[in-house]
């Protein structure tokens, strides 16, 4: 579609349907977080991360704290991926420096039979939805997200987070039919539980799939493309206003495979792809967002203003959300973020 000439009401939900804008809009994964000194002193008035996302209002708060800020063009949803593992029965808990755990593993399929799906551990993050979207300026996008099965699934199975994912795999290929049973609980939960969102009052929805990098192309397709395809399908069937982004991080010569057998709205590119690449080889009209490297926001001063320069040219001739290429960084300065901000809407 043709760059219009006045921005959107809504910027980012337009370029998300395929219109390309004037200026790009802006958000930045984990934009709601650690590194604002206002989430800092909620997270020490409150307790821990878990507390903070299962209570509505202050998980509200937290959401509205990078808008107030910075107004960035979207408001992502404060929580956690691993809310769907608690929802199918696993117990989930965060120890202090060294991330999430969940128990039972799911490494037999006695274990995976005996979990009691516990759905309503789910509504508190309804809550904070409806509490965000009565409070979000007008021009505003509402975004919810989830995890994508295979991500969800490596959670699950080695009861914490793994860079090599190597208890997932093993299971994957020693006992496939238990491994397909767990990715479609999860694939289920995963479409009943964006259903809820945006029901609840999101825009727009982001499958995160932060480990796909792991899998071989076989493997991509069955664990990565399929699951997504499906709840994507199911998404467009029963919520058809609502785009869906994915974000297969690390699937770099993938990404086009995905971006075609999946059916996501728009595709997030992380920082390890080249994004003349990803422009020449997706669709010309899907919607990309991406793909700045969290690390050139830190650097800040003439790598931040280079790369950001470069992601606007890449990307300049079709829609593009203007977003980092993973999650930003707990020590990132706020001063190196309203550079992105000034650098990215003072415009071509």
Not at 8 to 31: D, F, H, N, V, Y
Not at 50 to 60: E, I, T
Not at 225 to 240: E, N, Y
């Amino acid at each position: 579609m043709e760059a219009l000439n006045s921005p959107s009401p809504k910027p980012l939900l337009a370029t998300l349907k395929g219109e390309k804008q004037p200026i790009p809009p802006i958000w930045l994964m984990r934009q709601a977080g650690r590194y604002l000194p206002e989430y800092r002193a909620l997270r020490e008035e409150k307790g821990g991360f878990l507390a903070l996302a299962m209570d509505s209002d202050a998980a509200a708060e937290i959401t509205l704290q990078p808008i107030h800020r910075f107004g960035m063009d979207g408001a992502i949803l404060f929580s956690d991926i691993l809310v769907v593992p608690m929802a199918l029965g696993q117990d989930l808990w965060f120890e202090t420096g060294e991330g999430p755990r969940l128990a039972p593993t799911v490494q037999a399929r006695d274990v995976l039979e005996g979990l009691q799906a516990t759905p309503e551990v789910l509504e508190p993050v309804f809550g904070t939805i409806r509490r965000v979207a009565a409070q979000l300026p007008p021009q505003t996008s509402f975004l919810g997200f989830a995890g994508s099965p295979w991500t969800v699934a490596t959670y699950m199975i080695a009861g914490q987070g793994s860079r090599e994912q190597a208890e997932a795999r093993r299971l994957a290929y020693r006992d496939p039919a238990l491994m397909q049973t767990l990715v479609d609980r999860i694939a289920d939960c995963t479409i009943d539980y964006l259903l809820g969102q945006i029901a609840a009052g999101v825009e727009a929805v982001q499958l995160f799939d932060s480990w796909s990098g792991s899998l071989s192309p076989a493997q991509f397709e069955q664990w990565v493309i399929a699951p997504t395809a499906r709840i994507v399908a199911a998404l467009h069937q029963r919520a058809p206003h609502v785009p869906v982004i994915g974000f297969p991080k690390g699937a770099g010569g993938k990404l086009p495979a995905y971006a075609r057998e999946t059916g996501v709205d728009a595709i997030g590119v992380d920082e390890t792809v080249d994004p003349d690449w990803a422009h020449a080889s997706l669709p010309g009209d899907l919607p990309v967002q991406g793909n700045l490297d969290p690390l050139a926001l830190i650097a800040g001063g003439t790598t931040l203003d280079t790369a950001i320069d470069r992601i606007l040219a890449a990307f300049a001739e079709r829609p593009h959300v203007f977003n980092l290429g993973h999650g930003i960084l707990p020590d990132t300065p706020i001063a190196h973020v309203e550079q992105l901000l000034t650098r990215v809407r003072r415009g071509r």
